[in-house]
Nanobody, 123 residues
């Protein structure tokens, strides 16, 4: 079992930045991949970025490419999402996810999920 706890959400003005953190605990040693998703009201959950636990490979959705950066610190068992140039449409609940499965970076099938953290971008 793996437990994921997100932090770092909040209210930010358009054009601003936030960094989300996802702390993993439990059986982290065999994790293969982690990712960040978001879900806005009335919309499907969207995969934003993914990273292999080794940190060698990453994936970004077109909607965030060039603005968001996913990274990990294995010593801290933590994955980050640096979000720059935030837009009103980035407002959503952001979720961290993890999997032991050897899936492609663009896949959405994850085994463990955090509780989510709200990000609100204001004008």
């Amino acid at each position: 079992q793996v437990q994921l706890v997100e932090s770092g959400g909040g209210l930010v003005q358009a054009g601003g930045s936030l960094r989300l953190s996802c702390a993993a605990s439990g059986r982290t040693f065999s994790l293969y991949q982690m990712a960040w998703f978001r879900q806005a009201p009335g919309k499907e959950r969207e995969l934003l970025a993914a990273i292999r636990w080794s940190g060698i490979s990453t994936y970004y959705a077109d909607s965030v490419k060039g603005r968001f950066t996913i990274s990990r610190d294995n010593a801290k068992n933590t994955v980050y999402l640096q979000m720059n140039s935030l837009k009103l449409e980035d407002t959503a609940v952001y979720y961290c996810a993890a999997t032991y499965q050897r899936i492609d970076l663009f896949r959405r099938q994850y085994d463990y999920w955090g509780q989510g953290t709200q990000v609100t971008v204001s004008s």
